[in-house]
């Protein structure tokens, strides 16, 4: 195994190819968790990842290390029940917005309160995909969905400022900007305390072609043009991706 397919170990290669359908851009975050693993050389027998339900929920099988498929929105209370456990963990969520903006949004708003020492990466593709497409936390006010037919009436969830409240970390980052994204997580998993990377990411199937994207390509390139990198910022724009300016808790 050479250099630059050494995140590979941390993977379950005679599972692949995953359930996921073709141009869901789960597979790209999912690969760059393993290339952060592997910049930081975590240790595999030193590291859980612990899922909830939904397409990305599948994630956490795909790891070749200790690993929990919690029930819906439970994954954030089971990562600091093990944490709480065994301090020296790495622990890890892999979770969609839905998961944990929605269903487990009680759980995260007190883990950012407790500034538990774990890590979350949350696949934000606006939707809830893998029941069909149904307007979820982070569907755009006005978005067309299975659900909203009409438009989604509400305003989408903006949780960056709980983060900025309790002195957490906050990343904001896209399927499109691999560098930045394998950045942001790195720093998220080096971070003493609550981190929380929100990438977004793209489902074509039943979320992009009811906006009119022919393919995930479009989405992605979408991603190019509308996302500006702004890392280290007081406030992120709806536009903007980066890390927010946190202060470690002593």
Known sequence: MNKDSHFKRY???????????????????LKTICQAFDELGLPKDGTVVISGIGCSGRSA???DLDSVHTAHGRAIPVAEGIKYANDALNVVVVSGDGDLLGIGGNH??????????ITVICYANEIYGM???????????????LTTPNGNPDYPADVQFLFKHYNSYFARTTAYHLNHMK???????????????????????NY???????????????????????????????????????????
């Open 108 to 117: 995260l708003l007190h883990a950012i309160r407790r500034n538990t020492n």
């Open 11 to 29: 993977l379950k290669l005679d599972l692949l190819p995953t359930p996921w359908c073709p141009g869901c851009g789960n597979g790209i975050v």
């Open 61 to 63: 099988g795909f790891f």
């Open 208 to 250: 992009g072609r009811r906006l009119g994207y022919k393919n995930s390509n479009e989405m992605l390139m979408h991603y190019k043009e509308f996302y500006k990198v702004n890392d280290y910022a007081e406030e992120l724009a709806q536009n903007e991706i980066g890390i927010l300016k946190s202060t470690p808790v002593a």
């Open 131 to 145: 029941t069909g497409g149904q307007v979820s936390p982070t569907t755009p006010h006005g978005t067309k969905t």
């Open 183 to 205: 950045k942001c997580i790195v720093e998220a998993l080096k971070f003493k305390g609550f981190s929380f990377v929100e990438a977004r990411t793209m489902c074509i199937v």
